[in-house]
């Protein structure tokens, strides 16, 4: 998957839903953590979307609870011809087993997301600088989800988007939480490459998130 350009992503569990993205979307992401079958799911997959695997972990916000387990799912769907990228929690590329996942997706030309979700807080600029320096080096797109609770939250996060952006570096940024429900739209402004939206607003995967078709005009507005 190319992230040269922003690629707005329609979060789904079910892959079924792909069709109502298509107006859009530039790709789905599919939140395997949430589905019961989801190598099944992806094996049957005849849509015209590419996807952006995640099986996200519970300890980062996800339902996936078993890490060996999930990340060996994960690695095989980095594998399948419908896959244009996969999401592996920061953590698990520099302190676990999600490097066996990039390694089998560099294989078969799978771009790799290194993630990093802080459902707390806003870090201090050096701190998002860290995470995302570490990020872009283990991986081709390196994303950081803050929460967000006041307005010069966002503007930290957009100044080190913009900073990053600038050195030629592949970011994904976002602030969660209503202070920060704004960024999703203006971030690719500042250089965030990849945005995620659910098609239905009661089917949101993360705090604050606008629906596709809100965030798809609003980021084409703002062009």
Partial sequence: MDFEEFVLTASLADLDAEPRARDHADAVEFRMDLASDPLAELREYDGELPVLATNRAV???????DDEDRLAVLAEAAELACVGAVDVELKSLTAGEGERV????RRTGTSVVASVHDFERTPPKPELRGDLETATEVADVGKLAVTAESRSDVLDLLAVTHEFDAAG???ATMAMGEPGRHSRAVAPLYGSKIGYAPVEPADATAPGQYDLETLSRLVEYLK
């Fill in 59 to 65: 300890w980062e916000g996800g339902e996936a609870e």
């Fill in 102 to 105: 990039a390694e089998r997706a």
């Fill in 169 to 171: 570096e592949c970011v």
